[in-house]
């Protein structure tokens, strides 16, 4: 073609003129072209002064996708495989009174491969290790050599390729070869890392179910590498999710109640957080810091649940202080609003009594390890007397709402649900209170001053920390901790080592690092542990099999819609909503006994013979992908359902099954008896899809799962 | 006034302890004789929270509602809102219970004056003699709810008096019970807990066993190998716990669901939206199974709270007893449809009752002995028991200054009386009351 073109030249220039040098074009640029790398073509013109060029591909104005393209400048961009006849015409034509071109034959070859990255990491199901590629250049056909053998290699993208392999033990690099094939064969070597685990699954897993709303794998992997401690500073770095306020007009959905929307941004912060420490944490707090939206506005609420969450690895006296000013406890215990007795009435005792009752220092005078006290009758000391109640009552008088805007303040304001409460010194009883410990707060004094005297008296009462360690082990490690743990973590409390008394943070992770804490992840027998109450069940459930949320996939606004609201009427016939206790006693008492033992067992207190069936029903929901506005995939095509259809070998398929969902739900520990009873069972079934939701049903029904332990 | 209010109740009292002091031992071994060829239910309905008694039953005489109203100041009910009952003239029913009031002037209810937690008899100077042995930790509300439901001097007793009576007769009563004596419908609680047995608890509506998806085949499947999952010693304790309240709820699940399946439902009306009304809907309907069931004698608690009113008290709790007057009624009259109502009484607990003396927050804060309701046909209603308090600060019946009545008449009194009339025997009382000795040769009221 290009010699026809240039023979119509010579035709058209012959005549009696002058010989002149034909103009010319010359075409340069690379022979090889690489997919995935453009190429710039340059055009010399000699004999002519013209300078409008265009470019084709193999005789095409700019070139198709299957040949590539070539723009007005030259730079050509592969296609994006190679065409069945590698070998492509660039040329370049120049558009003067008798147009004249010039072109270069080049071949298209496949990339190559470039290695950025490349880390082997230690699966958590499994003794394999899944080693992730990352680099340029790869092809769904390129081949993965480790360590001289080839390793069937997973294409995800042009930059990554992932492998599942195996690794001798010791080693912390293996060679990685990357192969691209023909045409244009070219191949990288390098080094992957090999990261081995710094924890095993059962301590990550444990870690993660003790301190999260539940396992999911990449959190028992994540924790697995980086091991526990980092784990705990990440957490304690993490930012709070802050629930948002209600919004004002109020959505739609929640026009005539406000719970829902509360209750959904509280489910949506649980199961999908980040800060899954410090929202585990508040979720414990918020069961001993009772408030309920039985009888307090939604909308306080979510403020309140946002006070514990920052406050959750702070000070304990600034919990304390921010719980007590929070209109949602001020409504809920009266403080609010409580006014200076007058004649013939009494202050109001509900913040008071159950302040010292249930938030701070219990009823009976303790021992550093939680135990009670006794005198020399061997009866229980109580902590305070009614005359003391009343005190604390008087010293809590003069609180009202934080005034709205620049209103004018006056005793009592109107309803202000976000912005904590303030004195009015006015409505302050301003007598001498005679307090714990031999405190006096002497007349006279604000409500400020005497709110700071009584909490300061209250958080400095040798009580408060074996009272409130214990409770936190119980609400996140075990029912029925050892007295030598419950005094451990309440020495943190009352020093941290810094001398400081209340650091939540060091509180927490002392609990959480204890070695009763840990002693399950490698002696599963080790008696502790505490059941699942509802709503940390489902949470649990859902995060593990990944359920995910309709109106969030779609994108569509979660909060405005309350769309994670409808967990909630899963755990309802269960006794537990969010924020809804019946009392300021929560839904389960740390005292509760399982009747017919000695057995304490708070969570307990909710667990009897019509909810334990209601909890079957529950599972068979979640299994079933039942949760309205939520989907799970259980399906055959599902990692799950892959798992146990993968070999057609019932009995290794079920068995790789099971052993994935001892390792979701039960840290690896399953026991051995249980889980070759369920993959019998399973085993039968031929439908990969009911062989997940069988055995997932029987895993999450049984007494295993439910005692976390 | 005060005087005939006081002689008023002299007379129900003697009335009652006529009665009692005669014929009650030998009936109750009468009916532990007769076996399992009758039926007796007890009902407790449990206001938690502690109710304002003083403002349940109010004085109605001019003295008596001139003094309650003078110290009640902005908690007293105004007087021509409050129910005056015909049978006690000298007293009336908050405004919010017509359906009591009817049951009262109707004898199908009685009231109980004063009564609440004590080791012993006790006076307002005994009690405030330091070394005196009372109750511990009153005023507390989780104490006090676990002392009236195990009717011992502490909460940390771990069986309660129902729990006890069905340690002690249910071979006798139940011996071919499908179920336990005792039914909870509203969740665990040491009420129903004995040293040996175990209450079976139901969720009002939901008597049935769980829900399963997979098709009959696989579902039997499914749950046989369930079960074989709880028979693993595992010996972790609190798995193993968990083990045993599974297996029972199986097995609880398939009698209750079976007992119910064919049977016609009740026509009575229960209130709608009424979570108490709900909660006595179910326990007529497992009343009226009660021959499949294989039972003669049940225990059944139901309880309703948020009665704690430290604040705003007159509109709370007005819409609380505005709920659990109706549902009562409507649970009487079901026993009546079921031609039972002299089989089952019904009576209520609670916490404690609320100061008398107002707080400066509109409400009243914790106090101690209480009025209570006692319920159905075999009650010698429209009567008062027990000896009303003299509501008056620091008086007689004031165990301080802000009017927290020291009980006149023990709650294991009232236990024992309704645990009387249900079969057990004078020789089984002290087992189940430990301290009903120091309530003397006569410590039943005779309501019932």
Redesign the interface.
């Known amino acids: 073609m290009v010699g026809a073109g240039l023979l119509v030249l010579a035709g058209c220039s012959g005549g009696g003129s002058a010989p002149v040098a034909n103009p010319l074009v010359t075409v340069t640029g690379a022979t090889q072209l690489r997919l995935g790398t453009p190429q710039q073509f340059t055009a010399t013109i000699t004999n002519s002064s013209a300078t409008a060029l265009t470019w084709q591909v193999n005789g095409i104005t700019g070139g198709t996708a299957t040949t590539g393209t070539i723009t007005s400048a030259g730079l050509y961009t592969p296609p994006a495989m190679i065409p069945t006849s590698n070998a492509v015409t660039i040329t370049a034509i120049v558009g003067a009174t008798v147009p004249f071109q010039g072109s270069v034959s080049a071949s298209i070859l496949n990339p190559i491969p470039v290695v950025t990255s490349a880390q082997a990491t230690q699966s958590v199901i499994g003794t394999s290790y899944a080693l992730d590629i990352l680099g340029t250049g790869f092809l769904p056909t390129s081949q993965v050599q480790v360590g001289g053998s080839t390793a069937a290699a997973t294409y995800v993208s042009s930059t990554e390729l992932m492998c599942t392999i195996t690794v001798a033990a010791g080693l912390t690099t293996v060679p990685v070869v990357v192969t691209n094939p023909d045409p244009g064969t070219m191949t990288v070597s390098s080094n992957a890392q090999v990261l081995t685990v710094k924890v095993s699954v059962q301590t990550a897993a444990r870690l993660l179910d003790q301190a999260t709303f539940g396992p999911t794998l990449n959190d028992i992997n994540h924790v697995q590498l980086v091991g526990t401690t980092a784990y705990l500073t990440e957490q304690f770095a993490a930012p709070t999710t802050v629930l948002p306020d209600i919004a004002t007009p109020t959505p739609a959905i929640c026009l005539n109640n406000t719970i829902p929307c509360e209750q959904s941004e509280w489910w949506q912060a649980v199961l999908t957080g980040n800060d899954q420490l410090r929202q585990r944490v508040a979720f414990a707090l918020s069961e001993i810091f009772v408030v309920s939206t039985n009888s307090v506005n939604a909308r306080s609420v979510t403020t309140y649940h946002n006070t514990l969450a920052n406050d959750a690895f702070g000070n304990f006296y600034t919990l304390l202080q921010d719980v007590t000013l929070s209109p949602a406890m001020g409504n809920y215990l009266n403080m609010l609003n409580s006014y200076k007795p007058g004649n013939g009435q009494i202050a109001n005792e509900n913040y008071a009594r159950e302040l010292m009752q249930l938030f701070t220092t219990g009823i009976y005078l303790l021992n550093s390890d939680g135990t009670q006290q006794l005198d020399g009758s061997g009866n229980p000391i109580p902590v305070y007397t009614e005359t003391q109640v009343q005190a604390f009552a008087r010293a809590f008088t003069g609180w009202t709402y934080a005034p709205i805007g620049a209103a004018t303040s006056k005793f009592t304001n109107p309803a202000n649900y976000t912005a904590p409460m303030i004195a009015i010194d006015s409505a302050h009883d301003m007598t001498a209170k005679v307090l714990l410990t031999g405190t006096t707060l002497p007349s006279g004094q604000t409500s400020t001053t005497d709110l700071s005297g009584a909490l300061g008296n209250l958080f400095n009462h040798p009580n408060v920390g074996p009272f409130i360690c214990k409770q936190l082990i119980q609400h996140m490690v075990a029912s029925n901790p050892s007295p030598a743990y419950v005094a451990r973590v309440a020495a943190v409390f009352a020093n941290d080592g810094t001398g400081k008394r209340g650091n939540m943070r060091a509180v927490i992770t002392a609990m959480l690092t204890d070695v009763d804490a840990r002693a399950a992840d490698t002696s599963p027998n080790f008696d502790g542990g505490h059941l699942r109450e509802p709503m940390l069940y489902i949470a649990n459930v859902m995060r593990a099999l990944n359920f995910t949320n309709k109106d969030a996939v779609a994108g569509n606004d979660v909060v405005a819609l309350a769309s994670y609201n409808t967990v909630g009427n899963y755990t309802s016939g269960l006794g537990q909503r969010p924020y809804s206790s019946g009392s300021v006693f929560n839904f389960f008492s740390p005292e509760y006994v399982i009747p017919g033992t000695k057995v304490n067992a708070p969570e307990f207190g909710q667990e009897n013979t019509a909810t334990a069936v209601l909890r079957l029903t529950l599972a068979n929901t979640l299994v079933y992908n039942g949760i309205s506005n939520f989907n799970v995939d259980l399906s055959k095509t599902s990692a799950l359902g892959i798992m146990a259809s993968k070999t057609g070998n019932a009995t290794t398929d079920s068995g790789n099954l099971v052993d994935a969902l001892g390792v979701m739900f039960m840290h690896g520990q399953m026991p051995s008896q249980m889980r070759s009873v369920i993959v019998s069972h399973i085993a039968t079934l031929t439908d990969p899809a009911m062989r997940v939701r069988v055995a997932t049903y029987l895993v999450i029904t049984s007494s295993f799962y439910k005692v976390e332990h | 006034m005060g005087v005939n209010r006081r002689s008023f109740i002299k007379y129900a009292s003697l009335a009652a302890a006529g009665n009692a002091a005669g014929l009650r031992p030998f009936g109750a071994l009468n009916s532990l004789a007769q076996g399992a060829t009758d039926y007796k239910a007890l009902v407790c309905v449990f206001l938690?929270?502690g109710n304002d008694s003083n403002n349940t039953l109010v004085p109605f005489d001019t003295t008596g509602y001139g003094s309650y109203s003078t110290?009640r100041?902005p908690l007293a009910l105004p007087q021509s809102g409050l129910i005056q009952l015909a049978k006690a003239p000298n007293f009336s029913l908050n405004g919010n219970m017509p359906e009591i009031a009817a049951l009262f002037d109707n004898n199908a209810a009685a009231l109980v004056a004063n009564v609440g937690t004590l080791v012993a008899p006790t006076t307002k100077a005994q009690y405030q003699t330091s070394g005196t042995v009372v109750p511990?930790?009153l005023?507390?509300?989780?104490?006090q709810q676990l002392e009236w439901q195990n009717a011992a001097k502490s909460?940390e007793t771990?069986t309660g008096w129902a729990?006890r009576i069905a340690d002690t007769i249910s071979t006798s009563y139940n011996p071919n019970g499908l179920v336990p004596m005792i039914t909870?419908v509203a969740?665990?609680t040491l009420f129903?807990?004995?040293?040996?047995?175990?209450?079976?608890?139901?969720?009002p509506g939901?008597l049935g066993?769980?829900?399963?998806?997979?098709g009959a085949t696989?579902c039997a499947?499914?749950q046989a190998?369930?079960q074989?999952?709880?028979q693993?010693d595992?010996?972790?304790?609190?798995?193993?716990?968990?083990?045993t309240?599974?297996k029972?709820?199986?097995s609880?699940?398939k009698t209750l669901s079976d007992a119910v399946q064919s049977i016609t439902p009740i026509t009575t009306v229960f209130p709608s939206a009424n979570g108490l009304a709900a909660q006595l809907k179910q326990i007529a309907q497992i009343i009226q199974v009660r021959a499949a069931l294989g039972v003669t004698r049940q225990i059944f608690f139901c309880g309703v709270?948020?009665f704690?009113t430290?604040?705003d008290q007159v509109n709370l709790q007005g819409n609380l007893l505005a709920a659990i007057s109706p549902a009562l009624n409507a649970f009487y009259q079901s026993t009546k449809e079921l031609g039972v109502s002299d089989k089952v009484t019904t009576f209520t607990m609670s916490d404690f009752s609320r100061?008398f003396?107002?707080?400066?927050?509109t409400?009243s804060?914790?106090a101690w002995g209480a009025h209570h309701i006692v319920m159905g046909g075999a009650v010698k209603g429209g009567q008062l028991y027990g000896k009303f308090p003299t509501l008056a600060?620091g008086g007689p019946d004031d165990s301080?200054t802000?009017g927290r009545w020291v009980p006149s008449t023990g709650s294991v009194q009232y236990a024992a009386t309704l645990a009387q009339w249900f079969g057990v025997a004078p020789s089984q009382m002290s087992a189940i009351f430990p301290n009903i000795a120091s309530f003397g040769a006569n410590p039943y009221l005779g309501f019932v």
């Open positions: 938690y929270g110290i100041g511990t930790n005023f507390s509300h989780s104490d909460g771990q729990g909870s969740g665990d129903c807990n004995g040293a040996a047995s175990t209450p079976v608890s139901v969720s939901n066993g769980s829900s399963c998806n997979e696989e499947a499914q190998t369930a074989a999952l709880l693993f595992s010996g972790l304790s609190l798995v193993q716990q968990d083990n309240i599974t029972n709820a199986y609880y699940a709270g948020n704690d430290h604040s100061t003396q107002p707080n400066s927050n409400g804060d914790h600060l301080g802000n």
